[in-house]
Structure formats: C-alpha cells, structure tokens
C-alpha cells in the first residue's frame, strides 16, 4: 500500500457526495482520516492516528480498513467492510439475496432490488447482514466480485 495522499474535509466531502450518489446514505467520512493509495483505494483510520510520529515507520504494509475503491466513473466498489459500515444507511442500489452460499463461494446469484440502477455497484445484503458489493446486471443477476481470498472453499 503506497499512500498517494491524505484527502482533506473538501476532497472527504465529495467523495460523500459520490456515496449519497450511489446509495443514498449519510455516511461522514470526515470522522476519520482518508487515505489514498495510487491505485485509488481508500482506507480509513482513527483520528487518533495525528498523534502517532509514522516518521520513524519505515515499512507499513496497512494502515486502517480498507473502504473501497474508486471508479472513474464517480462510482465507489465497496469492500466488505464498507458496505457494512455504508449498508446500515443506505436507501439505493441495495439487493436482497436469498442463496448466501452461492454468493459466498463466488457465484453469481439473483437478487431481489428495488431501487436499483443495472450496471452499478450494488451492496449485497442476506437478512440482515451485509456481504460486500456486486455489480447489477440484466434479470436482477448480481455478478459477484467477492475476491478469491474471501471467498468459501
């Protein structure tokens, strides 16, 4: 992880502008600190991180959750761990799927949306538990983009 930069409040505003966007949500990034790697993930940390001297860091391999990634199309691929955190709120481009283990082993499955855009980022929910992003695709189909190191054997 390669930290390109630090957003300030301005640049965390917008990229809350692109969650409300896409998911209709009132999630504040600006509680944390945003990271930016080069290869545009971002990664959240406490705020109390200001009080640590990462001078004297010489190789970090991670610093904080990774939050997703963006897109260039002002579009946000969740991880796991954000679309928990952004699920909890979020009014659009949810689906509802009822084959968990399907989906956890990497397959595609259908999903029941409502106010949904097709070709989107979608986050996939199971009851009450979120399981990470999909992308929407024709017939309510969720093209899983769970990675292979999360996945079930």
């Known amino acids: 992880m390669q930290i390109k930069k630090i957003l300030?409040?301005?640049?965390?505003?917008?990229v809350e502008r692109i969650l409300e966007e896409n998911y209709a949500c009132n999630?504040?990034?600006?509680?944390?600190?945003?990271?930016?790697?080069?290869?545009?993930?971002?990664w959240l940390c406490s705020r109390s991180l200001a009080t640590i001297d990462l001078k004297n860091l010489k190789r970090v391999n991670a610093i904080g959750l990774y939050f997703g990634k963006l897109k260039r199309n002002r579009k946000i691929q969740l991880s796991i761990e954000g679309s928990m955190l952004v699920g909890s709120?979020?009014?659009?481009?949810?689906?509802?799927?009822?084959?968990?283990?399907?989906?956890?082993?990497?397959?595609?499955?259908?999903?029941?949306c409502k106010n949904c855009e097709k070709?989107?980022?979608?986050?996939?929910?199971?009851?009450?538990?979120?399981?990470?992003?999909?992308?929407l695709r024709e017939g309510g189909r969720i093209e899983n983009i769970l990675p292979k190191s999360r996945r079930m054997v």
Request: glycine letters at 4%; hydrophobic letters at 40%.
């Open 8 to 14: 300030n409040s301005k640049e965390a505003r917008e």
């Open 27 to 42: 999630f504040r990034l600006r509680d944390f600190i945003v990271l930016l790697t080069a290869d545009d993930k971002l």
């Open 89 to 112: 709120t979020a009014k659009k481009n949810v689906a509802i799927i009822e084959d968990v283990e399907d989906y956890m082993r990497g397959k595609d499955v259908l999903a029941e």
């Open 119 to 135: 070709d989107n980022f979608v986050i996939v929910k199971y009851k009450k538990d979120f399981l990470g992003s999909g992308v």
